[in-house]
C-alpha cells in the first residue's frame, strides 16, 4: 500500500528557509498528484501546494505564492516542498498527500512535520 513519509520540519526563526522532503512508496509515483497541506491548531487542515504527476503544472495558495515552491524527482519517488521567507504565521503541521490521477480527493497522507517560526 501507499505510504507517505515527511521530513525536514524544525523551529526556525522569521526570514529562515526550510526544505520539506516527503519519501512515497508502495505505488507508482507517476500516477499520483502529489500536494502539501497544513494545519495550525484550532483550524481547519488548508491546501498549500500540489504538483502534476510530471511536473509539469503547480499550483499555491495566495498566502504562499512567491515564497514556497514544489517539486518532485519521479527517479526518486519524492516530493518537495522550499519554503523561504518564512513568517510566523506559516507555523503548522506539514502534511504530504497523494491523489490518483482520476480520484476526487486525496487518498493518502503523511504523518506530518512540525514547522515553527517564531518572530
Known amino acids: 500500500q501507499v505510504q507517505l513519509v515527511e521530513s525536514g520540519g524544525g523551529l526556525v526563526q522569521a526570514g529562515d528557509s526550510l526544505r520539506l522532503s516527503c519519501a512515497f512508496s508502495g505505488g507508482t509515483f507517476s500516477s499520483y498528484i502529489l500536494g502539501w497541506f497544513r494545519q495550525t491548531p484550532g483550524k481547519e487542515r488548508e491546501f498549500v501546494a500540489r504538483?502534476?504527476?510530471?511536473?509539469?503544472?503547480?499550483t499555491y495558495v495566495g498566502s504562499v505564492k512567491g515564497r514556497f515552491t514544489i517539486s518532485r524527482d519521479n527517479a526518486k519517488n519524492a516530493v518537495y516542498l522550499q519554503l523561504n521567507s518564512l513568517k510566523p504565521e506559516d507555523t503548522a503541521v506539514y502534511y504530504c498527500?497523494?491523489?490518483?490521477?482520476?480520484?476526487?480527493?486525496?487518498?493518502?497522507w503523511g504523518q506530518g512535520t512540525q514547522v515553527t517560526v517564531s518572530s
Open positions: 504538483i502534476s504527476w510530471n511536473g509539469d503544472s503547480t
Open positions: 498527500a497523494a491523489k490518483r490521477l482520476l480520484a476526487s480527493a486525496y487518498n493518502y
